[in-house]
């Protein structure tokens, strides 16, 4: 007999909450949980084994927690009290100051965000890093709001086939099991955005996530709206499918994010781009202030410039977005004719050689085009991009290219263990986390006990051992491993034996097998009866990386050695969860990328806050920490060249050998003094100084106060500033190849004397412009032995004089320095305030060098 089936209806269904408890839903939707122990505490207390089970979601908990528990609780006076805490410090955290006057608003954009471990839509560093800027901006009440994608699978779960291949599985997230809510619209429906691609209008839901005092929003495409699988498909994995899934990607993130903020009332004034994958969000700003400003498109472009911001993580060329021109027509040509371009000047803001017409697009040099603020995450890093990006300034000194650097750092609440917080408590000054960048408050770490910092660590790898154990024990049973392999996965490490962690990506670059590079040396080192040593290794190689999942089988085979298994474990399926297990319970922290290859890199912070302490490569952040650090350097300050991989593991086994061990086995009334100092030394510099409550600090007075000063000129003025800006451009290019230098003086050819002031003058033909169009500039340094000039300095040079076009411009220079020193003349247009906001591609004449 035929029968007919009605459209499925939804309906949600809340737990039902004893009045008492009546606040525990809105504690559960704002991930403050995740960095406040005291609403952490409540939810766990609730019922610990749920809260495991749950994976730490309290959501999902309340969700499956039973009415006679959740009566049980409302009843006792100690949970009542303990919830009460909860509240107060929830509401201490999460109440907002008063708006800032000027309507300062901040939108950050990054196509990932690792908050917490159950919200998978982060991947590594650059997720971690974005999910501890919404943090530390949450504490610090910063006027923020985050953009990002919604992934219906999120990064992969890792785990190994009995062969120690990395095979990868795509769990679903069920998004109204984690802490997110729909964003309604002003008729109470689920607000949605449309963005017209070539097969039609995508329909893009937006989602919310408190974050403290922070709110950010999420975008999905996986909705009944969108009837194409591939349209659905867009938000669907982070960095997977091919290079048009990518490019829907990122159109999705820039242009339906602006076009989400519009919907729903927000009007940011500084936009920031974490990495480049969020660029397209300039163009769908230039569209908008020439349909709603009437500006022309290079007038629209100075408007976007100015209160953009773009920070790039990426050290070398290959990790940058690139698309083809056949597929950006494909995807842009529609926009060219709305806004009036040809489609060759769109490419151009792509175009490291806008003359090049086979150049794919860069996301990247888009994002440097279309900023007026750009930097980098560590001072080498700075320099890194700078010869990265010279290209682009080509007439520039290297050390001039405008790109300038902002440390990483990390979200101390949401890393630093329990037990450490606990003896602080003791030990610190009762405010000490609130006033985390307050050195004298870190002094206070020398008033900590030895034997009070030695136990409380003892008590945290003891529980990593547990957990690796555990886990390990869990895999083997899934993987219907032989009944001895999964006895010894309950049997692998000594809680009394020296523990060196490694876990990051397994990039090439970042050298995971660098260890094992010479295995009988290591083995001697690890199986020393007296002073025992275990490694303990995470981490995920992308899934179409194969020399990176063959470290990680190399890596495996070895851990299964009759002589290494209980030294050498591999810990499958790395996140946020185990990362937090690792970088709190070993005693050495081992990081060996390729100098010049890591941008910062974030670990090694997350561990030294943690009493652990690093053995690196002087890359990234630990270039600039090191002497202070506590810990230990590989090699050199010196580019990396492929001879140095042998050098720099044999400095890893000499300092085990002869130092690291040693040093942690020295015991005198059973401390380790000198391992201790220098923890404490680590602990006492490394906490405020990489705390990413400083890194914040610093986008706020260096990058987001000029941006967002600069975008409240431009409306003030109505936009004029930008239409006299554009104009002026225009009138640079038409005579720029006139200027030229007539005369150039100053410094005579005999000796002078340092500290006696010498006249340097130049004249020039301007062409027509007026000398407060151009800036004139001495450069004055050291001659070197190839004749350039080194450890320069810039000077203005005013104008003194017209003489009709000529105009003459000269300045007293007063050399400090002795020895064999030169100068060059240069003059350039002068229509920005402030160098670092410098134009690519911004005109420049030199004289000869004096």
């Excluded at 009332?265 to 202030?289: C, D, W």
């Excluded at 991009?385 to 101390?412: A, C, K, R, Y």
């Excluded at 999964?486 to 660098?514: C, H, M, Q, S, W």
């Excluded at 297990?581 to 081992?590: A, S």
């Amino acid at each position: 007999m035929p029968f007919y089936i009605q459209p499925l209806r939804e309906f949600l269904v809340r737990p039902a909450l004893p009045p008492q408890l009546s606040r525990m839903a809105e504690l559960a939707y704002n991930i403050l949980w995740s960095w406040e122990p005291m609403v952490r505490a409540l939810f766990r207390r609730l019922d610990p084994n749920l809260w495991r089970d749950s994976g730490y979601n309290p959501v999902l908990m309340l969700g499956r927690v039973s009415q006679s528990t959740l009566r049980k609780a409302a009843a006792d006076p100690r949970y009542l009290g303990l919830y009460k805490q909860a509240c107060d410090a929830y509401d201490a955290r999460v109440r907002k100051g008063p708006p800032p006057g000027d309507g300062k608003l901040i939108a950050y954009f990054s196509a990932e965000y690792g908050l917490t471990e159950c919200l998978p839509v982060y991947s590594g560093g650059l997720g971690i890093l974005s999910g501890d800027h919404l943090k530390s901006s949450s504490d610090q009440d910063f006027p923020l709001i985050g953009l990002g994608l919604l992934y219906q699978q999120g990064y992969f779960r890792q785990f190994l086939n009995p062969d120690g291949w990395q095979q990868e599985r795509y769990p679903l997230n069920d998004f109204y099991t984690l802490p997110l809510t729909p964003v309604k619209d002003a008729a109470g429906q689920d607000l949605k955005v449309t963005v017209k691609l070539p097969t039609g209008n995508i329909f893009i839901q937006v989602w919310k996530l408190e974050v403290g005092r922070i709110t950010l929003y999420l975008l999905d495409t996986n909705i009944p709206e969108n009837v194409l699988p591939q349209d659905r498909d867009i938000t669907d994995s982070l960095y997977g499918g091919d290079t048009d899934t990518r490019i829907r990607q990122e159109i999705v993130l820039g242009i339906g994010g602006i076009r989400a903020l519009r919907a729903m009332g927000l009007k940011p004034t500084v936009f920031h781009m974490n990495e480049g994958h969020s660029a397209f969000l300039a163009l769908e700003q230039i569209r908008l202030y020439m349909r709603e400003e009437g500006l022309a498109f290079d007038e629209g472009l100075e408007a976007a410039r100015t209160s953009n911001v773009f920070t790039t993580h990426t050290p070398v060329p290959a990790g940058i977005d690139l698309f083809d021109p056949g597929l950006m027509y494909h995807y842009f040509s529609e926009y060219c004719g709305e806004v009036g371009i040809d489609f060759q000047q769109l490419m151009s803001l792509g175009r490291r050689n806008i003359y090049d017409r086979d150049e794919r697009f860069s996301m990247a040099v888009l994002a440097l085009n279309t900023s007026a603020y750009r930097n980098a995450v560590s001072r080498l890093h700075r320099q890194i991009s700078q010869e990265m990006f010279h290209d682009m300034w080509p007439q520039l000194p290297l050390w001039e290219v405008p790109v300038t650097s902002i440390t990483n750092g990390v979200h101390l609440p949401s890393w630093l263990n329990g037990d450490l917080a606990a003896l602080y408590d003791q030990y610190l000054q009762p405010d000490w986390r609130d006033h985390f960048n307050d050195p004298t408050i870190w002094e206070q770490v020398n008033d900590v006990p030895d034997e009070e910092l030695v136990e409380v660590h003892r008590r945290r790898k003891r529980r990593l051992v547990n957990f690796v154990r555990a886990r390990g024990h869990a895999s083997a049973v899934r993987r219907q491993a032989s009944a001895s392999e999964v006895r010894r996965a309950g049997e692998v490490l000594d809680p009394n034996a020296f523990t060196i962690g490694f876990a990051r990506r397994f990039a090439t670059y970042k050298r995971a097998t660098l260890l094992f590079r010479d295995v009988e040396r290591l083995k001697r080192i690890l199986l020393n009866k007296d002073m025992p040593v275990q490694i303990v290794i995470a981490g995920k190689a992308h899934p179409k990386d194969q020399p990176g999942k063959s470290y990680i089988r190399e890596i495996v085979q070895l851990s299964r050695d009759p002589d290494l298994w209980k030294h050498v474990v591999f810990l499958e399926d790395y996140d946020m969860k185990v990362a937090r297990e690792l970088i709190q319970g070993v005693d050495l922290w081992l990081n060996n990328p390729r100098r010049g290859e890591e941008a910062c890199g974030t670990s090694g912070m997350k561990a030294a806050i943690n009493g652990v302490l690093n053995l690196s490569i002087l890359d990234g952040w630990f270039d600039e920490a090191y002497e202070r650090s506590g810990g230990w350097a590989i090699g050199e300050r010196e580019p990396y060249s492929e001879d140095q991989d042998g050098l720099h593991a044999s400095a890893i086994y000499y300092l085990l050998e002869n130092e690291i061990v040693p040093m942690f086995y020295e015991r005198k009334e059973q401390t380790p003094r000198e391992w201790i100092r220098r923890v404490k030394q680590s602990l006492q510099y490394i906490s405020p100084m990489f705390d990413c409550r400083r890194m914040v600090r610093e986008y706020m007075s260096e990058l987001y106060e000029p941006a967002h000063s600069q975008h409240i000129r431009l409306l003030k003025s109505e936009y004029k500033l930008c239409k006299e800006k554009a104009h002026w451009n225009n009138r640079i290019r038409e005579v720029w190849d006139h200027v030229h230098f007539v005369e150039t003086g100053g410094v005579p050819a005999n000796t002078i004397v340092s500290g006696k002031p010498v006249p340097v003058r130049a004249a020039i033909d301007l062409a027509g412009l007026a000398p407060a169009d151009v800036r004139v500039e001495v450069v004055l340094g050291r001659v070197g032995t190839s004749g350039n000039l080194e450890d320069t300095e810039v000077m203005v040079l005013p104008v003194v004089e017209q003489q009709g076009a000529v105009a003459i411009f000269e300045k007293d220079v007063v050399p400090e320095r002795t020895g064999r020193l030169g100068y060059a003349l240069r003059v350039s247009p002068n229509h920005f305030d402030d160098p670092l906001t410098r134009p690519c591609s911004s005109p420049l004449k030199w004289s000869t060098v004096g």
